[in-house]
T-cell receptor, first 111, second 110 residues
Framework: NAGVTQTPKFRILKIGQSMTLQCTQD?????MYWYRQDPGMGLKLIYY???????DKGEVPNGYNVSRSTTEDFPLRLELAAPSQTSVYFC??????????FGQGTRLTVV | DAKTTQPNSMESNEEEPVHLPCNHS???????IHWYRQLPSQGPEYVIH???SNVNNRMASLAIAEDRKSSTLILHRATLRDAAVYYC???????????FGQGTTLQVKP
């Protein structure tokens, strides 16, 4: 069981560039989440999804977009990268009643 | 939205029990209480969760107050590898949304 897989692990973007962070889970979980974690800080929820075709904003959604076309995949899109988006991004999945599993993170630097 | 309150930091000695408290006075009847921990430079790791009754697993125990307004994560014998940030969070009602607070940084002394 691979669990939650995030790609890439590291990425450097230039200001204004776009990219998609990939997240895939193989546990058939309905709930999926994207978080960002700035250095020395806690996790902030960006977007979450309770099932295929359903997404909703979290605490810090500005500058990001998501889609959920399948149960397995929950990609996070950055359209115009800004230095303020330099962070570590974590994807997670869960069921309604069980604990969440997290990926290993994507370390993004915007220069 | 229900919030949790935890101490910023705690210290423990190795091989002693640790009790990490969490207050969640505005918890609703359908909110689950979750605990996660994050080791340095790693992603969060699930520890334990519960709804109303106390829970035990191989990592820890979760004691939930009768009124559900507080809970305690119990590590029975702390090891140096248990040094981490511990987060107590609520999964909100029917959304299952998980909002993290600042957590408790646990230091374990040899």
């Amino acid at each position: 069981n691979a669990g939650v897989t995030q790609t890439p692990k590291f990425r450097i973007l230039k200001i204004g560039q776009s990219m998609t962070l990939q997240c895939t889970q193989d546990m058939n979980h309905n709930y999926m989440y994207w978080y960002r974690q700035d250095p020395g800080m806690g996790l902030k929820l960006i977007y979450y999804s309770v099932g295929a075709g359903i997404t909703d904003k979290g605490e810090v959604p500005n500058g990001y977009n998501v889609s959920r076309s399948t149960t397995e995949d929950f990609p996070l899109r950055l359209e115009l990268a800004a230095p303020s988006q330099t962070s570590v991004y974590f994807c997670a999945s869960s069921t309604r009643t069980d604990g969440a599993f997290f990926g290993q993170g994507t370390r993004l630097t915007v220069v | 939205d229900a919030k949790t309150t935890q101490p910023n930091s705690m210290e423990s000695n190795e091989e002693e029990p640790v009790h990490l408290p969490c207050n969640h006075s505005t918890i609703s009847g359908t909110d689950y209480i979750h605990w996660y921990r994050q080791l340095p430079s790693q992603g969060p790791e699930y520890v334990i969760h519960g709804l109303t009754s106390n829970v035990n697993n191989r990592m820890a125990s979760l004691a939930i107050a009768e009124d559900r307004k507080s809970s305690t994560l119990i590590l029975h014998r702390a090891t140096l590898r248990d040094a981490a940030v511990y987060y107590c969070i609520l999964s909100w009602g029917n959304t299952g949304k998980l909002i993290f607070g600042q957590g408790t940084t646990l230091q374990v002394k040899p």
